[in-house]
């Protein structure tokens, strides 16, 4: 095949960025779809959209902001310029080939004789065909790879619909639905234009709900303004910021110390009975910010208490940093909540199983995405079927290696406090590895070790589904830098190491 190369590198979001700097010495082939860099942060951002962590927890490790020190969050388009200064200091650009979307894939190797443990580089011979579509563009270019790595991502591209009776559907609503991915593409003009003086209703009470139900009360002050209205399934822990009761939040989650008491993958016997003796105390740390949350915010007000322990949002990475202001829209009326587990569509806006029924002119859908169907519009079968397991989670080795599918990798697809920070360290070790820098195990012991992972997850919340590793994410380092040939243990001393934060700064590159 005539357009050959070794690495090929399925979208240039922050894990396609991170994979591409650490392989460019095999100058890869960055296949992005849009005409930009960025991936959710490009498209998926609404104009109030911030990062919900500070500068220095969320940054790779050769590479600091300039302003790494400044307290505040920063907002999306400082993300974006941060990342740009990123791809053009490592030269990363020159990898990439924007407008250009993997449409189909297609497996040229031969299953019985491809050693998934083995060379991943099979020197010469693709494995692996790909089609793109160039934009504005119906001809299709196939090229040839050994090695895919794929980094679309779990968000964005493909909404998540709910689906609903004969009738009640949008079809019957005489407003305008639209889904949180569709606002995202107005500019701050059109969607102001969309919310003012109508009557909204958000779907949702997660991250991108609760900024959009703040954007809709500020886009309606004033004596025509109406008030924004949150349909409420689950209620999910919100934080004002990260100090608790006046102490450092990491110090609860984020240090070696603290994470000893939540279970992990491969843990001897005796950490085992430990964990179980320190439950209480676990569950006691849990309390104590659930007693601060409640103290601070006014969801026993507004009835948004959650019924899980807050330990169960942080361990399925789904705590929020709620905006400054958003409670006083409420308290002005500018936002209420509808609690509410099903509903579906009149003509004049949404009904309830309470046969209560909401007016509405616009109704956005804030439901999610769905990464696996995105994944499955382009991977082909038996891979496809691969994708499913029985616990609803992509079963991958470190996060990265699906063990029954050759010479692919997938970065960006578990979560953690800092997803950039995960995307890097796993882009480091999948570099070492194409290296021939050391072996993978066998198919059998990548599957049980993906399932202990699962387990993990399993018992730490009822929202395992997320593949989030927080509770124990420095367990997770610890493990891939030991098959890496690094130390486990990053820090100058036990002090430090036991009781300060881990972050991408401990994962400096040891060669």
Known sequence: ????????????????????????????????????????WKSCSYNSTKLQSHRSDYEFTDFPWPNRDDPGFPSYTEILDYLESYAKHFDVFKCVRFNSKVVEV?????????????????????????????????SIQWYGFEFLVV?????????????????????????????????????????????????????????????????????????????????VRTTHWTVPHYRIWGLPFFMFYSTRFSQFLHGSPNQSLLRTLLCLLLSPLRRGVSKFIESYLLW?????????????????????????????????????????????????????????????????????????????????????????????????????????IHPLIPNMAFVGYIESVSNLHTAELRSIWLSRLIDDKFKLPSAEKMLEQTSKEMEVMKQSTRFYKRHCISTFSINHSDEICEEMGWNAWRKRNWLLEAFSPYGSKDYEDEE
């Open 1 to 40: 095949m005539a357009n050959y190369s070794k690495i090929a590198i399925i979208g240039a979001g922050v894990s396609g960025l991170a994979a591409a700097k650490q392989l460019r010495h095999h100058n890869p082939v960055v296949f992005e779809a849009s005409n930009s860099i960025g991936g959710i």
């Open 106 to 138: 297609r497996f040229t190797g031969s299953l019985e004789t491809t050693d998934i443990g083995g060379n991943l580089l099979p020197g010469g011979h693709p494995v692996w065909e790909v089609a793109v579509q160039t934009l504005n563009s119906n």
């Open 151 to 231: 980094c679309t991502g779990k968000y964005g591209d493909v909404p998540i619909i709910p689906a609903f009776p004969n009738n009640k559907g949008p079809e019957v609503f005489e407003g305008q639905v639209l889904h949180s991915i569709d606002y995202c593409k107005l500019d701050k003009e059109a969607a102001s234009q969309l919310l003012k003086d109508k009557k909204v209703a958000v779907v949702g009470f997660k991250k991108s709900a609760i900024d959009l139900a703040k954007e809709c009360a500020e886009s309606n002050q004033g004596p025509e303004g109406q008030p924004c209205t949150m349909i």
């Open 296 to 400: 601070k915010l006014p969801l026993l007000k507004y009835g948004l208490k959650p019924d899980h322990p807050f330990e169960e949002d942080y361990a399925s990475c789904q705590m929020a940093i709620m905006p400054e202001g958003f409670f006083s829209e409420a308290e002005k009326g500018k936002i209420v909540f509808k609690r509410a587990s099903k509903w579906w569509f009149w003509k004049g806006g949404l009904e309830f199983e309470d046969n209560t029924k909401l007016e509405a002119d616009v109704v956005i859908l804030c439901t999610g995405y769905d990464g696996k169907k995105k994944l499955k519009a382009f991977l082909p079968e038996p891979f496809q079927s691969l994708l499913e397991h029985p616990s609803g989670l992509l079963p991958l080795y470190r996060g990265t």
